[in-house]
């Protein structure tokens, strides 16, 4: 256990020499026919802490409410999606999208891919744990992980199902609750460990804070866009630990303003304050 604020040092830095998608190429997938709104959030969040942000929906009415919400996002069609896995330093695939075969397809094409992916929402109840491996994470609230793995959403329980599938969890509460057991969980990677010692090298956190203006819909659509940005240039640990302090971080500094009485919206354009804060203090 430790701080979640000491990991913020760790954070990449962009060069001052740095050129365009050096400091992170995201890919979203995200939103359905009742959910626009989870597409849009995502999207907003995550393209404050990259360089290129891509944006794919089976939905096209999403993709124009995308559009419309802001100029920071590439929108690409169904047949430029391979490739820009392939391009992507990471993925979030799920917030707002239906729980159907076509979700499926796209989360197992996704995990076959075996690149950083964030899976959310429906991609969690979509994944098959088979499928699971050391370069995904998974951030379900208490219902989705018992949909997702049969079993009450404790910490007992996380950190067993993060051991069994080899997987990063970041599992949503007042409290949240962090394990990595992935490759890239544990400092130094595989390359400078035995793998008796990987299996055993789980890192867990607990993240508290945060108020009950974080229980607002979309607010979690906001936490996982920017867990997956802030991935493609850091570990899994460092990102599920700073997007969890720096998401509760901006709806404490809300709350002062305005009680519990903000929206997602606000707390997605409130994360780039409260992540220069926290590191200024860390």
């Given at each position: 256990m430790g701080s979640a604020q000491k990991y913020l040092k760790s954070l990449h830095?962009?060069?001052?020499?740095?050129h365009k998608g050096q400091n992170g190429i995201a890919l979203i997938i995200?939103?359905?026919?009742?959910?626009h709104g989870s597409a849009v959030l995502s999207v907003i969040a995550a393209s404050r802490f990259v360089d290129l942000l891509y944006f794919y929906s089976p939905s096209a009415k999403v993709e124009f409410f995308v559009r419309k919400a802001t100029p920071c996002v590439i929108c690409i069609a169904k047949n430029e999606l391979e490739a820009h896995i392939r391009?992507?330093?990471?993925?979030l695939i799920g917030p707002g999208m239906e729980t159907d075969a076509r979700t499926k397809k796209l989360v197992h094409f996704v995990l076959a891919a075996r690149k950083k992916c964030v899976l959310d929402a429906s991609a969690i109840r979509c994944a098959k744990l088979g499928e699971l491996h050391a370069r995904c994470v998974l951030t379900p609230?208490?219902?989705?992980?018992k949909a997702a793995f049969g079993m009450d959403a404790n910490e007992k329980n996380a950190l067993s199902c993060a051991k069994k599938y080899k997987c990063n969890i970041l599992l949503k509460g007042k409290t949240d609750f962090i394990v990595a057991a992935g490759d890239e969980g544990v400092a130094g990677g595989r390359a400078q460990m035995k793998m008796r010692e990987l299996v055993r090298a789980v890192k867990i956190l607990k993240v508290a804070?945060?108020?009950?203006g974080l229980a607002h819909g979309g607010t979690g659509d906001v936490l996982a866009g920017l867990l997956c940005a802030l991935l493609c240039k850091n570990g899994f640990f460092?990102?599920?630990a700073a997007a969890s302090f720096v998401n509760k971080k901006a709806g404490?500094?809300?709350?002062k303003k305005f009680g519990t009485?903000?929206?997602a919206l606000d707390l997605a354009n409130g994360l780039s304050s409260a992540l220069f804060r926290a590191r200024r203090y860390s």
């Open positions: 830095k962009p060069s001052s020499s740095s995200a939103g359905g026919k009742k959910y391009k992507a330093d990471a993925i609230h208490v219902k989705e992980f804070g945060g108020n009950a460092a990102s599920m404490e500094t809300l709350a009485n903000f929206s």
